[in-house]
Nanobody, 124 residues
């Protein structure tokens, strides 16, 4: 069982950048497909992007393509979500999730391990 802790959230102005971290303990994160999800105020949780196991492909929802990038640091057992050109509509609690399989998906039910979330607020 892997435990996940997100960090890096905060308040940023529109057009700014943040990098969220998802640090794992209890298992090697490179063996897991990882998804990033978010839940904005009054909205349902949605998939933002995901990365497959061990260098496999990554996918992003259309609204963040070209702005968000997921990467791995296997030495630190951490996955990152780099967010650039942030917009007010990106405001949400961001969650990382992991599942022990190769391919990733932007579907909540595909993941059995979840972090507690980190708040991102984009506002001037």
């Amino acid at each position: 069982q892997v435990q996940l802790v997100e960090s890096g959230g905060g308040l940023v102005q529109p057009g700014g950048s943040l990098r969220l971290s998802c640090e794992a303990s209890g298992s090697t994160l490179d063996n897991y497909a990882i998804g990033w999800f978010r839940q904005g105020p009054g909205k349902e949780r949605e998939g933002v992007g995901c990365i497959s196991r061990r260098g496999g492909p990554s996918y992003y929802v259309n609204s963040v393509k070209g702005r968000f990038t997921i990467s791995r640091d296997n030495v630190k057992n951490t996955v990152y979500l780099q967010m650039n050109s942030l917009k007010p509509e990106d405001t949400a609690v961001y969650y990382c999730a992991a599942d022990f399989r190769f391919g990733c998906a932007l579907i909540e039910g595909s993941y059995r391990n979840w972090g507690q979330g980190t708040q991102v607020t984009v506002s001037s």
